[in-house]
């Protein structure tokens, strides 16, 4: 079955650096998001990507957060200057309908210490 | 906005049956979902209700009734490895799931 695929799973870095959040959705998928959840939390949405632009985004969602389609296959959340209230678990999900089922990834942990 | 609330944990025994509740507070509705998630994994969908009435998937089924904004999924003859944290989430005003806090569920022997 395809899945979504997400890189690295755990990223370390020192706050006020900038990480790039590395995800592969599903292939026939259209629709593309970004969640995350601080340890033991809920899920939270942070922004979603259709037809090359974001859609939606939520209060989460500052000028320090941007996400990329660079090309076919990856879509990236970068952070540019992060602070230690960035810590948490990053989902990259996708799905091929406005109104199907979330296929998530495996998430990345970003430590920022 | 949208808030929803679930309890924060239920325990069970194995083959027994749980539910867990879930009401919601949303401007608008398009439906509701519940998600599994083991241990900081990948969520993964379990079950959608757009209609009232309830759904069924293997041990899993979903309720919704949208006049009470409530809905509950029930699990049946719990297994070890459904220890695990389930979320409903609402598709509001857009089609995009907000997540409520989640349910761990606790199965012993």
């Known amino acids: 079955e395809p899945e979504v695929t997400q890189t690295p799973s755990h990223q370390v870095t020192q706050m006020g650096q900038e990480v790039i959040l590395r995800c592969v959705p599903i292939s026939n998928h259209l629709y593309f998001y970004w969640y995350r959840q601080i340890l033991g939390q809920k899920v939270e949405f942070l922004v979603s990507f259709y037809n090359n632009e974001i859609s939606e985004k939520s209060e989460i969602f500052d000028d320090q957060f941007s996400v990329e389609r660079p090309d076919g296959s990856n879509f990236t959340l970068k952070i540019r200057s992060t602070k230690l209230e960035d810590s948490a678990m990053y989902f990259c999900?996708?799905?091929?309908?406005?109104?199907?089922?979330?296929?998530f990834g495996n998430g990345t942990r970003l430590t920022v210490t | 906005g949208q808030s929803l609330e679930q309890p924060s944990e239920v325990t069970a025994v194995e083959g027994a049956i749980v539910q867990i509740n879930c009401t919601y507070q949303?401007?608008?509705?398009?439906?509701l979902s519940w998600y599994q998630q083991h241990d900081g994994g990948a969520p993964t969908f379990l079950s959608y209700n757009a209609l009232d009435g309830l759904e069924e998937t293997g041990r899993f089924s979903s309720f919704l009734s949208r006049s009470d904004s409530y809905g509950y999924l029930l699990l049946q003859e719990l297994q070890m490895k459904d220890s695990a944290s389930y979320f409903c989430?609402?598709?509001?005003?857009?089609?995009?799931?907000?997540f409520g806090r989640g349910t761990s569920l606790i199965v012993h022997p």
């Open positions: 999900a996708s799905r091929d309908r406005d109104n199907s089922p979330l296929h």
């Open positions: 949303t401007s608008g509705f398009y439906g």
């Open positions: 989430a609402v598709m509001g005003g857009s089609y995009i799931p907000t």
